[in-house]
């Protein structure tokens, strides 16, 4: 049987994460060690010990989110195989890329921290609100999202995370404008989210250029099987396709129900893994691609059960 690998994204990080996989597999242990040496910081004591308030900073919770699902794969990789597909959500693209053996984790680590601290300072810059709508179909958020926009102020869809869970993105008064008009559609909540900026907005455009010139800077191999681009929804299959498409990530929307309906288009009948923190994913694709049973390997005890 195949594998399809998923990568999670920001949010899925919470203080204790990965200290069980580096107290019982070598590996991980490694793992975690050689990117805390890449960045130079104690990033696994962050992840182990917290304050949650250091944790939940932008350039912190995306490397330590990438640490957890590098370490899982250091363990259970070999066991994965073969992986025919590869799919991360936002920052779980990077995480996904280290599984398909494009970037090492250390490097993969160094580059989202710089793309976190470019989106911190994006927000910054011009302050923003995020927002998950649920209960409301795309196409009524979209519709929403367009009327609020106004004198300026933008408001978009930024996570399409489910056909009727949508994450929207933008200047704070068209956010709410948004979520009003949603509210009059027909959602049955929304509710505004803790974040430090407008991600996957245009609102993020000042982190573009940033992250243009930091790609070149890092290693970046073909990757050993297709991964799909959250900008996209389509297999990329080539570093120069890979780096271009990372860049355009910051300001497109992650089109994650598109992502899931590709990955079981294309590989039919595969074994669906969630790599790292958490099972959001996995809630997410049963809801999108009903029938489909992933596993989720994020601790040591279901790393072990793998295993065994």
């Excluded at 893994?273 to 809630?283: D, I, N, R, T, Y």
Aim: with cysteine; aromatic share 4%.
């Amino acid at each position: 049987m195949v594998t399809v690998v998923l990568c999670p994204g920001q949010g899925a990080q919470k203080v204790g994460m990965g200290r069980d996989l580096a107290e019982r597999f070598l590996a991980a242990r490694e793992t975690f060690e050689a990117i805390d040496d890449a960045l130079g910081v104690r990033l696994s004591r962050i992840m182990w010990e917290g304050p949650e308030s250091d944790l939940t900073l932008t350039h912190n919770a995306q490397p330590a989110i990438l640490a957890h699902s590098a370490a899982v794969l250091a363990v259970a990789g070999e066991r994965l195989r073969p992986v025919a597909l590869g799919a991360g959500h936002s920052l779980g693209e990077y995480s996904a890329y280290v599984a398909a053996g494009a970037l090492t984790a250390p490097d993969a680590a160094r580059l989202v921290r710089r793309r976190g601290e470019l989106m911190l300072e994006a927000g910054e810059a011009r302050p923003g609100a995020m927002a998950a709508v649920l209960g409301l179909a795309t196409a009524d958020v979209e519709a929403a999202c367009t009327e609020a926009s106004a004198g300026g102020a933008v408001a978009v869809p930024a996570n399409l995370n489910a056909p009727d869970q949508t994450v929207i993105s933008g200047d704070p008064a068209a956010v709410e404008r948004a979520g009003e008009g949603c509210k009059a559609r027909g959602a049955r909540r929304v509710i505004a989210l803790k974040v430090s900026g407008a991600f996957h907005s245009p609102l993020m455009a000042p982190a573009v250029d940033g992250l243009r010139e930091a790609l070149p800077e890092v290693p970046f191999a073909e990757p050993a099987f297709p991964v799909l681009a959250n900008a996209s929804a389509e297999p990329v299959t080539t570093a120069n396709d890979a780096r271009r498409l990372l860049v355009d990530q910051l300001t497109a929307p992650v089109r994650w129900v598109a992502c899931m309906r590709a990955a079981a288009a294309l590989q039919p009948g595969a074994r669906f893994v969630e790599v790292g923190p958490g099972a959001v994913l996995s809630g997410l694709l049963k809801r999108i691609v009903p029938g489909t049973e992933p596993v989720t390997l994020g601790t040591a005890d279901e790393v072990e059960r793998f295993l065994a």
